[in-house]
């Protein structure tokens, strides 16, 4: 098993762990991951102390890089420092359990298996001896090798104990289950769903960094499927809750589309890794509930979801603890602009649309398109087929106008500065005004994309609204 020792790093801490007559183990995530193939350099590497974890920390950094920082956290009796691309924590082993409601731990010194008890899965109780007499030493004492073999999530203690000590587990159990493609077993399972509740009690901050993993995922659907199947969906993000279900009226049924919008995300995230736009494809429908209407002659509507859903965002991303920066504005663009592609695909292709299109979506264009595709989710080829053809030649539309106008990241050929010198004015309304005028007309194609046309129009529309050009001087 010393296969997950290979680096020097695990020699240098045995040396510390040998020399201080302190037993010492690599624990967690590291082992696991490296049993599975999966480490990456930057894994974290969690040492579980039979005694003080902080002194060891010192010590241990001391002989490693006298110059390391240390930072201790002596609430929670760890300390760690980085060393390369490595963040390496030190915990002493710890009998633990926490005050009901509370959350605030109770804790006392423990042996090894009294550590490994208290955590989250049996998969991250696996742990190997750092200490010479029997350095790579593999320590199993909750079957974790065989879960991990069988891909199977299970806690070591009863679920509902696991559980209640750190609800956030319920969803680390979910993450988990997506990320590595395993089961959770049955008990596991019926205890999320009989906890659910117990989610309320974690900070949203914890819960995103969650779903954020899950999000990052090569099927987040799964990972959703499972947060809706235990009740956790409605507790922690009801607007998508709202989003399931089918109605039928006149034997007319729309689509589920909590279930389209899974679909979505899983198209998307084949094409990039880019997290927000995974959000976007989340997000893209999130007002079709409150828009929702049947028309007896035209069946079900969903009109100015689009809009709705655009103005959904900030308060979807402030309730989830989601940036409310760029990202945000982003994602809202991409909602709000969701269906104007397909407009363009269906209709008569004007210059002036791909112009306004081209112009709203800036350099975000491409992730539009992307949404567009990954937004077919019909079982139909033919139909999916005849849409892709389309949107191939909304993209060549695109390419072509873009190349002529270079509308993506569009600057006034004539700037605010240049109205207010022009007539003499001050900043305000009218410079507003003016400034709108050249923009729609090189939208609609009555201008060039050209600074003396511009200056020309900026004249005509100046006269319009009475303003009067400064004589130039001589
Ligand atoms: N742990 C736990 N309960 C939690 C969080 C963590 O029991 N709510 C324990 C697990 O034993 C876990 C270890 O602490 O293996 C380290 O936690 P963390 O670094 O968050 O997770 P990893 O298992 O390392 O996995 P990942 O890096 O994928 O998050």
Not at 72 to 99: C, L, P, W
Not at 293 to 309: A, D, N, Q, R, V
Not at 377 to 398: Q, Y
Request: aromatic share 6%.
């Amino acid at each position: 098993m010393s296969i997950c020792l290979n680096d020097k790093i695990f020699e240098a801490l045995s040396s510390v762990f040998t020399e201080e007559k302190v037993r010492g183990y690599v624990i967690g995530g590291w082992v696991r991951d490296c049993i599975l193939g999966r480490n990456h350099p930057e894994k974290d590497i969690d040492i579980v102390v039979i005694g003080s974890g902080i002194e060891i920390a010192h010590k241990a950094a001391l002989k490693i890089n006298p110059g390391i920082n240390v930072s201790v956290f002596k609430n929670f009796g760890t300390a760690m420092f980085r060393h390369h691309e490595y963040e390496i924590e030190f915990v002493g082993a710890r009998k633990e359990s926490y005050d009901r409601g509370s959350r605030k731990p109770v804790v006392e010194n423990g042996t090894l298996e009294d550590d490994l008890r208290r955590r989250d899965f049996t998969i991250n109780t696996l742990a190997i001896s750092l200490n010479q007499d029997t350095y790579g030493d593999f320590l199993d004492p909750f079957n974790g090798m065989n879960d991990l073999k069988k891909k199977i999530l299970r806690t070591p203690l009863d679920p509902d104990k696991t559980f209640s000590d750190d609800p956030l587990r319920m969803m680390r159990a979910i993450r988990f289950s997506t990320q590595l493609n395993f089961t959770i077993e049955e008990k596991t399972f019926a205890s999320i769903a009989e906890n659910a509740e117990r989610i309320k009690i974690v900070s949203p901050e914890r819960i995103i960094t969650e779903l954020n993993k899950i999000m990052m995922c090569e099927q987040p659907s799964k990972g959703f499927l499972l947060i809706e199947k235990t009740g956790l969906l409605k507790i922690i993000f009801p607007e998508l809750d709202n989003m399931k279900g089918i109605d039928t009226i006149e034997g007319k049924a729309h689509k589920d589309n909590f279930l389209h919008s899974l679909k979505v995300l899983d198209n998307i995230c084949r094409k990039t890794d880019n997290l927000w736009l995974r959000w976007a494809a989340l997000l893209h429908d999130i007002a079709k509930p409150a828009t929702k209407k049947y028309i007896p002659e035209t069946g079900w509507s969903f009109h100015g979801h689009e809009f709705l859903g655009s103005k959904m965002i900030p308060d979807i991303f402030r309730k989830l603890k989601l940036p409310l920066n760029e990202k945000m504005k982003y994602v809202q663009k991409l909602v709000d602009l969701h269906l104007r592609p397909i407009v363009l695909s269906q209709e008569v292709v004007t210059d002036s649309a791909v112009r306004r299109l081209l112009f709203e979506a800036g350099d975000d264009v491409d992730d539009l398109m992307m949404l567009c595709e990954a937004d077919i989710t019909s079982k139909n080829e033919a139909k999916k087929t005849r849409h892709l053809e389309n949107f191939r030649i909304v993209r060549n539309k695109l390419r072509e106008i873009e190349e002529k106008d270079a509308m993506r990241n569009f600057q006034p050929p004539v700037d605010g500065s240049e109205i207010i010198s022009a007539f003499g004015i001050n900043p305000g309304r009218e410079v507003g005004i003016i400034k709108n005028a050249i923009r729609e007309a090189i939208i609609e194609g009555i201008i060039p994309n050209e600074h003396e046309a511009a200056r020309k129009l900026m004249l005509e529309k100046g006269k319009e609204i009475g303003l009067t050009p400064v004589e130039p001087a001589i």
